[in-house]
């Protein structure tokens, strides 16, 4: 039997559901992170938007594909995602972090944007089984980080794990004008975050002490799947690498990173200010 590869690991800024549809800086590194890397056994997402009070892991053979948002076109609501599941990887991946408690779900929940929305970008054959991993509401962000590290001997095993957020994500404070330049204070705190994951990841921990951290990350749903990348690259001894970066509407970052491989180069062309539904609150379409 083939050894499978060790596998990369990342954290992708996701921004509006709209970029499932759009080819701009930020999608087409997305596309060209999958055309560079190996082809994973499978693909563990751990998205912003499955946010509960435990830590549950799909477990379908096929998950369904969750439209979880508002106010969009309907060519969103028509994007489709069939990837399959697999119970057996889910398992392999419960065994993995033991011991601990990870719930097995069966027919809950399933992909959601966060996932969706990337990945069809990064693998758009959508033959590759995906799992997500939900994020537990009730822990700090060290539990989360020390997750990310347990898994980390799934990357010997052809496992992708990939986190799907923003380092900045304040909705409440969109401004449409200004387009892909960010706040000052959004601006500070992506940087900020970029020097610890390039320096050293395991003190992004500290981070929450930050004074612009109450601006930046008024809600930590988006935040929290960059610690488990945090995580990972404390497991390797090694700091992660930032793709794609940069803010748009003044307070959302799009900044990746990237684990355990050269990423993706930016053509920047001036297009990625983000997409959203006219006429409905950004608080409230759920990005």
């Not at 999608?27 to 190996?38: A, D, K, Q, S, V």
């Not at 719930?103 to 693998?123: A, I, M, P």
């Amino acid at each position: 039997m083939t050894t499978p590869l060790r596998m990369p690991a990342a954290f992708i800024g996701h921004g509006s559901p709209m970029n499932a549809l759009e080819v701009n800086d930020f999608t087409r590194c997305w596309r060209e992170l999958g055309r560079m890397m190996p082809r994973p056994r499978a693909v563990l997402a751990i998205s912003a938007h499955w946010f509960i009070q435990s830590t549950a892991l799909t477990a379908m053979a096929q998950p369904r594909v969750t439209h979880d948002f508002y106010g969009f076109p309907p060519e969103l609501f028509d994007v489709r995602y069939p990837a399959p599941g697999s119970p057996e990887i889910a398992q392999e991946i419960a065994d993995v972090v033991r011991p601990g408690d990870i719930g097995l779900d069966h027919d809950s929940w399933g992909l959601d944007h966060g996932t969706w929305s990337v990945l069809v970008h990064v693998f758009p054959a959508t033959d590759i089984p995906v799992l997500q991993l939900s994020i537990h509401a009730g822990a700090p962000l060290a539990y989360h980080m020390e997750l990310g590290a347990r898994r980390a001997p799934l990357r010997e095993r052809g496992v992708f794990i990939i986190g799907s957020g923003n380092v900045v994500h304040n909705l409440r404070r969109v401004n449409w004008s200004y387009g892909n330049r960010g706040f000052d204070w959004g601006v500070r705190f992506d940087a900020h975050v970029r020097s610890i994951m390039t320096s050293d990841p395991a003190a992004l921990a500290a981070v929450e002490k930050h004074p612009d951290y109450p601006l930046a990350v008024p809600t930590n749903e988006h935040f929290l799947p960059l610690a488990y990348l945090a995580g990972l690259c404390t497991a390797a001894g090694e700091a992660a690498q930032p793709f794609a970066a940069g803010c748009t509407l003044g307070s959302l970052s799009m900044t990746s990173y990237l684990l355990g491989m050269q990423p993706p180069v930016a053509r920047t062309s001036g297009d990625e200010a983000q997409l959203l539904p006219a006429g409905v609150p950004p608080e409230q379409t759920n990005i």
